[in-house]
């Protein structure tokens, strides 16, 4: 039985149906594991995240306390022998992809991460044919897909470009000053003073960078790979890297139809405020999309369109309001909904291994190697 799109047990409790919930497991409950993750799933009422694996034993403890979770093990393998999950969410750093997913993949049906998928392409793509092999669905968190705001542009931009009404699509263009990205996020963090393992296995540094390039291509895929992928998204189809100056402001980009893009970068920084931009522009019309602070929560982007169609028409300007929802904890929704197999992931481990290709053709156009 089925009720508003989710699926209910036959067990009637106190006059009302019981949701069938889905068991998660979470791999690292650290800065990112508890505030932009953690906190999120456990308000999902058809979520129960019954399992943490996290070596700070004290801060397990404390995290496991909190959020009324049942079960605490050292290690993932721990973890994944003694549960039956519905879906892993991993909250690793990116250069323990490579080594920690594998073991995952085989045990579980859903895995999320956050982004990137690994440090290097070549990395990606072994997790992504290694997923696919054991039949898990890898959603990889870029969370901006799962803005109220950013899917509204997305849902405009497609349907601007099948009735044609304000032209062709010319030019995208994203601009991300550095600023205050955590927006209060932090507020609530556990944290017991345990450290973490300093010998937790980790993917190799590329070997073809040196020192100053390699520094280069880590701040890239950890800081603006987010804007690799928003880009391909808001485009709907591939790009491939034209320009990169050598300041690292400008990223210059092409479409494989045609349509020129750029993606700014530290044009300006700010200390408080978070001013993250995209234009996508129409020969007779454009979107304006501004995205909030990654931690901020209770908070969408917004979202301006303008239309000009002419012959005479009035141009129609649209601020619509978007919910009080947050980008993370619609992500963390949709994730409930991946291990449900009602949706596909707005982004799979296939697709961010093409942000890797970008971040590794960017390095190379900029620095010449």
Avoid at 51 to 76: C, S, W
Avoid at 214 to 219: D, E, H
Wanted: aromatic share 8%; glycine share 8%; charged share 25%.
């Amino acid at each position: 039985m089925c009720y508003n799109g989710r699926r209910l047990s036959d067990v009637a409790q106190d006059g009302g149906w019981l949701v069938d919930k889905v068991r998660i497991g979470f791999v690292g409950v650290g800065h990112m594991g508890q505030m932009a993750h953690l906190r999120n799933y456990a308000q999902i009422d058809d979520c129960d995240v019954v399992a943490i694996a996290e070596p700070r034993t004290a801060m397990a403890k404390l995290v496991a306390e909190r959020y009324g979770v049942a079960n605490v093990y050292h290690d993932h393998r721990e973890m994944l022998e003694a549960e039956t999950l519905d879906g892993v969410v991993a909250s690793q750093p990116f250069d323990r992809h490579a080594v920690l997913l594998p073991d995952i993949y085989e045990r579980v049906k859903h895995v999320f991460t956050e982004k990137p998928l690994a440090v290097m392409p070549e990395a990606g793509a072994a997790l992504a044919a290694a997923a696919a092999a054991a039949g898990c669905t890898h959603m990889v968190g870029y969370h901006k897909r799962s803005d109220p705001a950013t899917i509204a542009a997305k849902e405009t931009i497609e349907r601007w470009r099948t009735d044609g009404h304000v032209g062709r699509l010319n030019y995208v263009r994203i601009t991300i000053p550095l600023g205050d990205w955590v927006a209060g996020g932090w507020a609530g963090l556990l944290d017991a003073g345990d450290e973490p393992p300093g010998d937790l296995p980790r993917e190799p540094e590329p070997t073809d960078m040196d020192e100053e390039v390699r520094r280069l291509y880590l701040k890239f895929v950890n800081v603006y790979i987010h804007q690799v992928n928003l880009l391909r998204h808001l485009l709907g189809e591939d790009y491939e890297v034209r320009h990169a100056d050598r300041s690292g402001i400008l990223l210059v980009a092409e479409s494989v139809s045609g349509i020129p893009c750029a993606i700014e970068m530290e044009p300006y920084h700010t200390t408080i405020t978070w001013e993250e931009t995209a234009l996508v522009a129409f020969e007779r019309g454009y979107l304006q999309l501004a995205l909030p602070a990654p931690l901020a929560t209770n908070r969408a982007g917004h979202l301006e369109t303008y239309e000009d169609p002419g012959d005479d028409q009035t141009p129609r300007r649209v601020r619509p309001e978007m919910p009080w929802v947050h980008a993370m904890r619609q992500q963390a929704i949709n994730f409930i909904r991946v291990c449900r197999d009602e949706i596909d992931p707005p982004c799979n481990a296939a697709e961010a291994v093409k942000d890797l290709r970008t971040a590794q053709d960017y390095i190379r156009v900029r620095c010449g190697v």
